[in-house]
């Protein structure tokens, strides 16, 4: 009787990586698109606010500086950009709190030599 080659292994198999043993995916990333809808929303949400605070904070700085020249490019500049600069402090700030906050934590592993 012929012998049978050894069983294919998939590919995409092999090159998969393992996590280490004891690592735990954090629940927030098992989420898939419900953490994409999450942080999207909270996007908006902070743009919004954002886009709220620079135009009043725009305003009021015109209105106590009235009687400087005002420049229409530098109105447009510091309302759309203000925001976006706020969203990126307020996303780091938070990534910062949360590393500080949320220290992982490493375990030994006890049956090393």
Known sequence: MAERPPAQHDATESRRP???RGHRVPAILQLGCAHLIGILV???VLLVCN???VSIAHQTWMALHHGQRYDP???Q???IIGPLIL???QYWL???VRDWLFQPTIKED???V
């Open 18 to 20: 393992k996590p280490p």
């Open 42 to 44: 909270v996007t908006a």
């Open 51 to 53: 886009t709220l605070f």
């Open 73 to 75: 490019r530098f109105a």
């Open 77 to 79: 500049t510091v309302l």
């Open 87 to 89: 969203l990126f402090l």
């Open 94 to 96: 938070y990534d910062r």
């Open 110 to 112: 006890s049956r090393q």
